[in-house]
């Protein structure tokens, strides 16, 4: 129950408070020492790590479950597990054999059956592909997990879903831009304004769920997405507004990754 309350505590927008009732959870599982509580405990740790952006913890979690489920034979802990792990060395700037480890820790997961998680462990997917430069591969990962997630009724995760697609959109948009003015002799890093309108209406998507899910932290990164890219396009109150009103909110968490993009964005506008 301490792995739950951890991440319901980090979307509600109290990273610390998760990370404490996380490293409770750890203690009793490790004390008890009983496998699958050990090997629940340490992926549910992995994913925290990764809500958080943590990468390099969420791999150590990721490869100690892996462990665990490998010596007792917990196939679904080890696949959920080597999905974060690859998700984290991309984050890491170690792309070699992530992604198709990635990919085969979704087809083993498929193979056991189960349904739970699948559109947040696509997401972990589509952000790498991203990452590698392969947005047109991520969009796809995510339409497969838009619809798992309007098959299932899944939604803790699809405020990221709208967030990460408009985000792929953008990049997609951007690379066919450049290589579309290259040709011409002359190179323009801008995405095109169709492309642009979409993306625009996916954060904007994504910050209306989380609002409905008080999903304070996902609602952040949706805003600080859109703040970005209203940035770009000079309409810096418009950014800057929204996005002091929903970091002011926050009470703890400040030295995470997106408190602080948050606030050098902020500070930027």
């Known amino acids: 129950m301490r792995c739950f309350a951890a991440w319901a505590l980090w ?6 408070q998760a990370s404490d009732q996380m490293e409770q959870a750890l203690s009793v599982a490790r004390e008890l ?5 050990l090997a629940h405990a340490l992926f549910f740790a992995a994913i925290l790590h990764q809500l958080r952006r943590e990468e ?18 917990l196939m679904m ?13 991309i ?6 054999n992530a992604i198709e480890q990635m990919r085969d820790g979704l087809a083993a997961r498929e193979a056991t059956g189960t349904e739970l998680m699948r559109p947040h462990l696509l997401a972990q997917l589509a952000d790498a592909l991203g990452k590698v430069h392969q947005p047109d591969e991520g969009l796809r990962i995510l339409e497969e997990a838009l619809a798992v997630a309007d098959r299932t009724s899944e939604q803790c995760y699809r405020a990221e879903l709208y967030r990460l697609r408009g985000e792929l959109l953008l990049m997609q948009s951007t690379r066919r ?9 002359k190179a323009v890093a801008q995405a095109e ?19 409905r899910q008080n999903a304070k932290s996902l609602e952040l990164r ?8 209203y940035q770009t396009q000079g309409r810096q109150n418009e950014a800057r507004d929204p996005l002091a009103q929903i970091y002011d909110g926050f009470t703890e968490g400040f030295a995470t990754t997106d408190l602080r993009e948050a606030k050098a964005l902020l500070d930027a506008l």
Request: glycine share 10%; with cysteine; net charge negative.
């Open 193 to 211: 304004p169709p492309a642009v309108t979409i993306a625009e209406s996916c954060f904007k998507q994504s910050i209306n769920i989380a609002r």
């Open 177 to 185: 831009a450049v290589s579309h003015s290259a040709m011409g002799g």
């Open 11 to 16: 979307f509600l927008g109290q990273p610390d």
């Open 56 to 73: 390099r913890m969420a791999q150590k979690c990721a490869e100690d479950a892996i462990g665990v489920s490998c010596e007792h034979g």
């Open 91 to 96: 984050e890491q700037g170690l792309p070699e």
């Open 222 to 229: 949706a805003v600080m997405s859109l703040a970005r890219l």
């Open 77 to 89: 802990y080890r696949a959920h597990s080597t999905i974060t792990r690859g998700w984290a060395l």
């Open 33 to 37: 020492s009983e496998p699958h509580g």
